[in-house]
Protein backbone atom coordinates (compact mmCIF):
# COMPACT_ATOMS: atom_id res chain seq x y z
CA UNK A 1 0.00 0.00 0.00
CA UNK A 2 3.36 2.30 0.90
CA UNK A 3 3.86 1.69 -2.76
CA UNK A 4 0.86 2.61 -4.27
CA UNK A 5 1.32 5.95 -2.58
CA UNK A 6 4.66 6.89 -3.71
CA UNK A 7 4.15 5.69 -7.02
CA UNK A 8 0.87 8.33 -7.27
CA UNK A 9 3.24 11.02 -5.91
CA UNK A 10 5.88 10.64 -8.42
CA UNK A 11 3.29 10.48 -11.02
CA UNK A 12 1.93 13.73 -9.88
CA UNK A 13 5.68 15.34 -9.58
CA UNK A 14 6.38 13.95 -13.00
CA UNK A 15 3.12 15.62 -14.09
CA UNK A 16 4.32 18.83 -12.44
CA UNK A 17 7.58 18.91 -13.98
CA UNK A 18 6.33 18.68 -17.78
CA UNK A 19 3.61 21.21 -16.81
CA UNK A 20 6.56 23.54 -15.96
CA UNK A 21 8.48 22.23 -19.05
CA UNK A 22 5.58 23.27 -21.41
CA UNK A 23 4.98 26.58 -20.15
CA UNK A 24 8.93 27.42 -20.31
CA UNK A 25 8.38 26.39 -23.80
CA UNK A 26 5.53 28.94 -24.04
CA UNK A 27 7.41 31.58 -22.74
CA UNK A 28 10.14 31.15 -24.89
CA UNK A 29 7.85 31.07 -27.58
CA UNK A 30 6.38 34.11 -26.74
CA UNK A 31 9.09 36.21 -26.58
CA UNK A 32 11.10 34.82 -29.74
CA UNK A 33 8.16 36.04 -31.34
CA UNK A 34 8.08 39.57 -29.77
CA UNK A 35 11.76 39.82 -31.04
CA UNK A 36 10.83 39.46 -34.85
CA UNK A 37 7.82 41.69 -34.19
CA UNK A 38 10.54 44.22 -32.56
CA UNK A 39 12.63 43.89 -35.36
CA UNK A 40 10.59 43.93 -38.59
CA UNK A 41 8.97 47.44 -36.74
CA UNK A 42 12.48 48.54 -36.75
CA UNK A 43 13.30 47.84 -39.73
CA UNK A 44 9.91 49.33 -41.13
CA UNK A 45 10.87 52.53 -39.64
CA UNK A 46 14.45 52.51 -40.81
CA UNK A 47 12.74 52.65 -44.29
CA UNK A 48 10.14 55.08 -43.84
CA UNK A 49 12.81 57.12 -42.07
CA UNK A 50 15.00 56.64 -46.01
CA UNK A 51 11.81 57.15 -47.56
CA UNK A 52 11.55 60.37 -46.10
CA UNK A 53 14.43 61.69 -46.65
CA UNK A 54 14.51 60.22 -50.68
CA UNK A 55 10.97 62.07 -51.23
Known amino acids: MAKKAR ?3 SQAAERE ?3 AKN ?3 EA ?3 A ?4 VQSV ?3 TRGMQ ?3 QAKRG
Open 48 to 50: QKA
Open 23 to 25: TAA
Open 7 to 9: AGT
Open 17 to 19: RER
Open 40 to 42: SAK
Open 32 to 35: AVRD
Open 28 to 30: RAK
